[in-house]
């Protein structure tokens, strides 16, 4: 696992069958979004990209999850210096 995926434990219950398909659907949502927003916004400024990625994972990512907002720092730097791949 990496810090662009959902823990087990961030879904707040026991992990159950649909428990998993919801992990699995919202850490493809993250992972989508990441891409999308590194291919938009790559090299704009980090408070810009920063400020995206919030914007749209508040929309796309289910209830029960939450997406760190250190981790989400760090990802808007990687993306504005050019350096998040994957």
Known sequence: MTRFEFAPGTVGMMLEDEDVTR???ANAVLRAT????RDEL???PAEVVHA???RRLAERVPDGFTVRDA???EDAVAISDGTLFG
């Open 23 to 25: 992990l699995d659907a």
């Open 34 to 37: 990441l891409r999308e927003v």
């Open 42 to 44: 790559g090299g704009e």
């Open 52 to 54: 995206e990625l919030v």
């Open 71 to 73: 981790d989400l720092r």
